[in-house]
């Protein structure tokens, strides 16, 4: 029995697809031919930008091999799961700074009032009226 031959397509957006077999996945356009070894006239534009002197199959297999190992699905997992998280965490930090904010407020109204409650003098007290002072006769 022979091996599976391996071949490369691209997709939409520059996209590489691999896969086996003569048939190509939909939505894609090969760039190698069926016998594994030979590139199509779309293979060769491809390569042509990576190496115009060899353009080979290997030049697509380490581009492929580049940009689909485990590393670029975690990177682009972790993008994913940022652009959810920033919306969340900038909410939580509006909702934090809010409540600090009208926590600081209380706190300033309550200094403001024990200073304006230092300063105001304590109501005058009712002036008792002083025994009058006899005078004293002059000898």
Do not use: C
């Amino acid at each position: 029995m022979g091996t599976e031959i391996t071949r490369y397509a691209i997709g939409d957006f520059g996209q590489l697809h691999k896969f086996t077999g003569k048939d190509v996945p939909a939505g894609t356009v090969a760039l190698v031919e069926e016998d594994g070894k030979s590139l199509t006239a779309k293979g060769k534009t491809y390569t042509a930008r990576f190496s115009e002197i060899l353009p080979n199959v290997e030049i697509i297999r380490v581009q492929f091999d580049q940009y689909s190992s485990n590393h670029i699905g975690f990177a682009m997992e972790a993008h994913d799961k940022t652009l959810t998280k920033i919306p969340e965490m900038l909410e939580s930090t509006k909702v934090i700074s809010e409540k600090l904010r009208h926590d600081w407020m209380a706190q300033d109204k309550a200094y403001q009032d024990t200073e304006k409650a230092k300063k105001v003098p304590p109501p005058a007290a009712a002036k008792v009226a002083a025994p009058a002072k006899e005078a004293i006769p002059a000898t």
